[in-house]
């Protein structure tokens, strides 16, 4: 839960900054989010391995992880893209429960 506050407040940091930033401090920083989402990856697995298997409702890891990947992949394609273009983006699913 740690990391997903510190992705937040990155994030809601970067937002506010992102009119004066350098364009270099901005990957820098758009980085530092990529390598978060990465190591939640180690806290989702946690997760599922405590999980109850026999819950009548239960989380769907699959679906974070796809989620995640998306949002991940995003900023990496805007950290690596020549210029600002715009692009299709895919909806996140959101709904957890299953």
Not at 57 to 63: E, T
Request: aromatic content about 8%; charged content about 35%; some cysteine.
């Amino acid at each position: 839960m740690r990391s997903l506050f510190l992705i937040g407040f990155t994030w809601i940091s970067l937002t506010c900054a992102s009119a004066y930033a350098d364009r270099d401090v901005e990957r820098k920083a758009l980085a530092g989010i990529v390598h978060e989402l990465e190591e939640l990856q180690t806290l989702i697995d946690r997760a599922e391995q405590a999980a109850d298997g026999d819950a009548r409702i239960r989380f769907r890891y699959d679906w974070l992880r796809q989620d995640l990947e998306r949002v991940r992949s995003g900023i990496q394609e805007h950290i690596d893209a020549p210029h600002n273009e715009p692009r299709a983006v895919k909806p996140l699913r959101g709904d957890y429960r299953r």
